[in-house]
């Protein structure tokens, strides 16, 4: 399974932009995506995931409001839009597939696969 992530770009803050992630590979039925975020100098952090059969979200409390994830089955895509960007979401953002639940999904351990990363600049 392969990921390529793109959509990132330079927004001013309270700008939009629309993250896709898109799975190519071997048949692919993962239990989650998920996105997650590392900035300049910080750990890489959880932004949110979705269940890929019920569609199931859960988002970061830093995210939660502004940011909207979504997939699209048949075309083994998810997204991420994101609304009313600040400065502080600055960060290459990465998709993740998981294979299996475990927990709440909301550390990287769970996930199998990971994409490239996409950069998201917010210019305050």
């Known amino acids: 399974v392969q990921l390529q992530a793109s959509g990132g770009g330079l927004v001013q803050a309270g700008g939009s932009l629309r993250l896709s992630c898109a799975a190519s590979g071997r048949t692919f039925s993962p239990y989650a995506m998920g996105w997650f975020r590392q900035a300049p100098g910080k750990e890489r952090e959880f932004v949110t995931r979705i269940t890929w059969s019920s569609g199931s979200t859960y988002y970061a409390d830093s995210v939660k409001g502004r940011f909207t994830v979504s997939r699209d089955n048949a075309k083994n895509t998810v997204y991420l839009q994101m609304n009313s960007l600040k400065p502080e979401d600055t960060a290459v953002y990465y998709c993740?597939?998981?294979?299996?639940?475990?927990?709440?999904?909301?550390?990287?351990?769970?996930?199998?696969?990971w994409g490239q990363g996409t950069q998201v600049t917010v210019s305050s």
């Open positions: 993740a597939a998981a294979r299996k639940s475990y927990g709440g999904m909301l550390s990287m351990q769970p996930y199998d696969y």
